[in-house]
């Protein structure tokens, strides 16, 4: 079967709506930094070209 280019598979879509809902959570319903399922989600997303930091507003704040 040939891949049309430009259309993401049904998996890979899954994965990158179920990174990104972890980290949005990890952003808004955790205080943590850098927990390790967060560095995960964000490797995941780094692996399919979406390149995010989910804590990087609580690092801007946590300077003290």
């Known amino acids: 079967m040939n891949k ?14 179920a990174c ?9 319903g955790t205080n943590t930094i850098d927990s390790p399922l967060e560095e995960l989600a964000e490797d995941i997303l780094e692996s399919k070209g979406i390149d995010i930091d989910f804590s990087a507003s609580k690092k801007l704040y946590d300077k003290d």
């Not at 049309?4 to 049904?10: F, H, N």
């Not at 990104?20 to 808004?28: E, R, T």
Request: net charge neutral; with cysteine.
């Open 4 to 17: 049309i280019k430009g259309i993401v598979d049904p998996v890979s879509l899954c994965l990158i709506i």
């Open 20 to 28: 990104l809902g972890a980290g949005v959570w990890f952003m808004f």
